[in-house]
């Protein structure tokens, strides 16, 4: 059944998951639904501590079994520590046919492919997987099918009860002996646990490991003892140094200096730029030195920044320490120096549901004015892939890059012509992840292409001198540099859905067609077939 952004999704796949196909960005708008709620066990005649002496035991208390839904976030990115020894234990114990559910995996977690292959997991969803758990999927080695949602799309599949985790387990940089978590203090300082909140909330079992046990109460509490069950002490959960590992710092590349220059100056063109804008964007080399450029004209023009939101990194916290905004609003850090910044009373945690779900009462996402974002490749619909490599390894995560292209008035996009030698702009992406309906604009070192749905946009560039260029001719000078390229060749086998933020299925993902007919028995034991 062809979607609204042109992909055939296969009716086995409809039937097998139950969802819808993608529909369009708002066609869900101003839906009823009532929320699920956890089993919540009542503690009334208290000993007055949660605290539990191993994994082993507080699985055991949470009645792991076969087939269960295991809840973690990825606020320690590349330094996490939690997600590897929970499920080191349940593979030591034999329990089979887990689904994980994370905020996102990375290549902190490649151990898992192991229990992939051995049938421990068998259902993956997340923001994303990087590293071997991505080429793992892509290959097939997984069992069922990997789900890829956007950070609220998470949120909602969680609250609607599409998504019911058995054992959630949250890493937590303090906590005392009667579960309040904190993200801040300890050793493995990680700032935030906004991810984390909805599985506090929803999930039936909530886990509190931690490596720095304070006094009760450790207050104020960022989930709060009211949600969780039990309480876990080990040596470490996670290297915060590993926080920024990928996450780039200011660039002395001259293309991306150069697609900041005109970053910085579309914005600075749009009526969307006045005091009290609000504006958000990623870690990208081009994006950071976007903000860095951006902060230098506001100050010359005496324009302040109302908010800035999402994943923050140092140029947006030093926005707060130059006084230029009035409040960061902060989900995920990306390097040190917002994980220190949090202690600054206008930078304010808030849940990924505030932040980005889009059925709840309205997301922090739909306020803002401009998001820069990144994107593996563009098509000439604007469509974006973040999360399919050009070799059709899944090697990214959608993260909030559909949720706030849906809610921001200003969605720019920010990509080299080519990657490598691979052209990212392009006549049709490998895999949708954001709908071209949601990007405003594509910037590239080569010129910069306005969507034609925003001719207001258009008419504002007109006398600014800036490369404007359609499209089309961005993906032909990309294709007279790099040539055409060839299609990911697919195999038949469906081993991953895209979600759209709103639980239809935007597209799917197919096994690489040189892994399609592999022996699945000798995989599981653990060869690999080339």
């Known amino acids: 059944m062809i979607n609204a952004v042109g992909r055939d999704i296969p009716e086995e796949i409809l039937k097998q998951t139950g969802k819808d196909i993608f529909r369009g960005s708002n066609y ?40 269960m839904t295991l809840g973690f976030h990825h606020h320690f990115r590349e330094g996490d520590y939690v997600v590897n020894m929970v499920m080191k234990e349940i593979h030591a114990m034999g329990i089979k046919d887990i689904t994980i559910c994370a905020s996102s995996l990375g290549k902190a977690h490649d151990c898992l492919v192991e229990y992939i292959e051995d049938g421990t997991i068998t259902n993956i969803q997340s923001s994303g997987v990087r590293g071997k758990i991505g080429q793992a999927i892509s290959e097939g080695k997984l069992k069922g099918i990997a789900i890829m949602r956007s950070h609220g799309g998470r949120v909602r599949a969680i609250e609607s009860g599409e998504v019911r985790i058995d054992i959630a387990f949250i890493g937590a940089p303090t906590c005392d002996d009667y579960g309040n978590c904190r993200g801040i203090g300890g050793k493995s300082d990680c700032g935030v646990l906004s991810y984390s909140m909805v599985d506090g909330d929803y999930a039936d079992k909530v886990v509190a490991i931690t490596d720095c046990l304070v006094p009760f109460p450790n207050f104020p509490a960022h989930i709060s003892m009211t949600k969780v069950d039990y309480v876990v002490v080990v040596d470490a959960i996670g290297d915060p140094k590993k926080i920024a590992t990928g996450a780039a710092k200011p660039t002395t590349d001259m293309r991306k200096l150069m697609m900041a220059d005109y970053c910085t100056q579309f914005v600075v063109n749009t009526p969307y730029f006045k005091d009290g804008f609000s504006y958000q964007t990623g870690v990208g080399g081009a994006s950071i030195a976007s903000t860095i450029s951006l902060a230098k004209i506001m100050k010359e023009r005496n324009i302040r920044m109302r908010f800035g939101v999402g994943g923050l990194t140092k140029p947006m916290c030093d926005l707060l320490i130059n006084d230029q905004v009035d409040a960061l609003l902060d989900t995920q850090d990306f390097d040190l120096d917002a ?33 820069i974002l990144a994107a593996l490749e563009v098509d000439v619909n604007f469509n974006c892939n973040v999360v399919v490599g050009s070799d059709g390894v899944i090697t990214g995560a959608q993260g909030g890059h559909p949720d706030t292209a849906a809610g921001a008035k200003c969605t720019i996009v920010l990509t080299p012509l080519l990657q490598g030698r691979i052209p990212a702009v392009c006549s049709e992406v490998t895999t949708v ?13 080569y010129g910069i292409a306005i969507n034609p749905k925003r001719q207001d946009l258009a008419e504002c560039m007109k006398d600014t001198g800036l490369p404007l260029k359609t499209i089309e001719e961005l993906r032909d000078i990309a294709y007279s540099i790099a040539g055409k390229p060839e299609k990911v060749q697919f195999g038949d086998r469906v081993v991953g859905i895209i979600e759209s933020r709103d639980g239809t299925i935007m597209d799917v993902v197919r096994q690489i067609k040189k892994f399609e007919f592999q022996d699945t028995t000798t995989a599981q034991s653990g060869s690999q077939v080339l």
């Open 339 to 371: 994980v220190e910044s949090v202690k600054n009373l206008k930078h304010f945690r808030i849940s990924a549901g505030e932040y980005a779900d889009p059925f709840n009462k309205g997301a922090i996402v739909n306020k803002l004015d401009f998001v």
């Open 28 to 67: 869900f708008d101003g839906y009823e639904y009532k929320k699920d709620g956890p089993v919540t066990k009542c503690v009334i005649n208290s000993q007055g501590s949660k605290l539990v002496d191993s994994i082993h035991e507080v699985l055991v208390k949470c009645g792991i079994r076969d087939g």
């Open 433 to 445: 992840t954001t709908p071209g309906e949601n990007i405003d604009v594509v910037i590239t070192e």
